[in-house]
T-cell receptor, first 113, second 115 residues
Framework: QKEVEQNSGPLSVPEGAIASLNCTYSDRVSQSFFWYRQYSGKSPELIMS????GDKEDGRFTAQLNKASQYVSLLIRDSQPSDSATYLCAVTPTNQAGTALIFGKGTTLSVSS | DAGVIQSPRHEVTEMGQEVTLRCKPI?????LFWYRQTMMRGLELLIY????????DSGMPEDRFSAKMPNASFSTLKIQPSEPRDSAVYFC???FGTGFQETQYFGPGTRLLVL
């Protein structure tokens, strides 16, 4: 069974620090990788996507992908209290168009001021 | 665009009753997904449609669950009869599937409590 694994946390970091969130996946043919942020009581919203090995930066967020190790991570620089949320890693299990995402259970991040 | 619209936002019902959840995807999107989220199991895919046709319903827990998409702008998820273990948040999401890199946009969810 295809799986996406994340540490549930909570991950606690002080304001201004770097938060590092990790995700591993079981299916080697996975092609697309996404990080969603979900505030308590709200719906998931996409913050980053990555498709190729290496780093992808968007503002304070950096996604890192290593397909050989089946590992994807999200770094949040200069963490703010507003970053406190649950971060969901999601993976498409194949390279087929429109394939549904498989989600990890999420890592809860708490940023203290 | 108004985004994905779901109704009702909250539903409280008694065991054995029929529950119908509704979703309007973003206009122009050709994929629609139904997910269920609980603390124990996280976010699980129930079923998804492409151009109103069900593609994969392997996540539907049992025959008590059914989903339809009669047209490109409307989908329903029905539970009959409902049970307390069905209590969860149900999300609808849509995407424009031009390739495997499409983004899924989620609705606000329906919080279902079955007593």
């Amino acid at each position: 069974q295809k799986e996406v694994e994340q540490n549930s946390g909570p991950l606690s970091v002080p304001e201004g620090a770097i938060a590092s969130l990790n995700c591993t996946y079981s299916d080697r043919v996975s092609q697309s990788f996404f990080w969603y942020r979900q505030y308590s009581g709200k719906s998931p919203e996409l913050i980053m996507s990555i498709y190729s090995n290496g780093d992808k930066e968007d503002g304070r967020f950096t996604a890192q992908l290593n397909k050989a190790s089946q590992y994807v991570s999200l770094l949040i620089r200069d963490s703010q209290p507003s970053d406190s949320a649950t971060y969901l890693c999601a993976v498409t299990p194949t390279n087929q168009a429109g394939t549904a995402l498989i989600f990890g259970k999420g890592t809860t991040l708490s940023v203290s001021s | 665009d108004a985004g994905v619209i779901q109704s009702p936002r909250h539903e409280v019902t008694e065991m054995g009753q029929e529950v119908t959840l509704r979703c309007k995807p973003i206009s122009g999107h050709d994929y629609l997904f139904w997910y269920r989220q609980t603390m124990m199991r996280g976010l699980e895919l129930l079923i998804y449609f492409n151009n109103n046709v069900p593609i994969d319903d392997s996540g539907m827990p049992e025959d008590r669950f059914s989903a339809k998409m009669p047209n490109a702008s409307f989908s329903t998820l029905k539970i009959q009869p409902s049970e307390p273990r069905d209590s969860a948040v149900y999300f609808c999401a849509s995407s424009f599937g031009t390739g495997f890199q499409e983004t899924q946009y989620f609705g606000p969810g329906t919080r279902l409590l079955v007593l």
